[in-house]
């Protein structure tokens, strides 16, 4: 009798931690796949509003300023036939867009109020990796201070690393927008 409820106990903390072990394993993976997954979504937005850059309700440039982290453009992103001022931008390790909304008349974005949201978290770009590249109509990659009147395409790449002290390794996703609205110069 006691050999058997000496097995039973073995086998139950055996079973015990195998579910543990197994429910900390899918733990880390669902976060990951759901880190994946935002940034997907993320990086295909800000394709998709690049592309769409054109020219502000006040005549802004379609691009308002340009740096390896952070991008301001012009573009109606929401659909309503107005254009909205957008800023896609990092702070730490979150992707950010911000979008401001013309007023008055003549319009102006300056004093409105910007809508933030995230489009993707746990972005593992550094100074080696910039977040945008951009290159002029000849293909050739723009570099130092970029002249915001010859950039034609732009490259985003994420990175995403949900625990850089743990396996796997960083995802890198990487997506390229011709601006539609920009005439070469």
Same mark, same amino acid.
Do not use: K
């Given at each position: 009798m006691l050999v058997v409820i000496t097995m039973i &106990? #073995?086998?139950g903390f055996a079973i015990q931690y195998a579910i543990q072990y197994f429910y900390r394993a899918? &733990?880390?993976v669902?976060? /990951?796949t759901a880190a994946i997954n935002s940034a997907r979504n993320g990086i295909t &937005? #800000?394709?998709s509003n690049v592309r769409e850059a054109t020219y502000g309700d006040d005549g802004a440039y379609p691009l308002s300023s340009a740096a390896t982290s952070t991008i301001t453009f012009f573009a109606d992103v929401d659909k309503d036939g107005g254009v909205e001022k957008v800023r896609i931008y990092m702070i730490g390790n979150t992707l950010y867009r911000g979008v401001t909304n013309a007023a008055g008349n003549p319009p102006s974005y300056a004093g409105q109020a910007q809508a933030t949201t995230t489009l993707a978290t746990y972005v593992a770009n550094g100074t080696s990796t910039p977040l945008f590249r951009y290159f002029n109509e000849n293909g050739a990659e723009l570099t130092g201070t970029i002249n915001i009147a010859q950039i034609a395409s732009i490259m985003m790449t994420l990175m995403v690393d949900i625990n850089p002290s743990r396996a796997p390794d960083i995802y890198t996703l990487t997506e390229s927008a011709t601006i539609r609205n920009v /005439?070469?110069?």
């Open positions: &106990t #073995m086998v899918n &733990t880390y669902l976060h /990951g &937005t #800000m394709a /005439g070469s110069e």
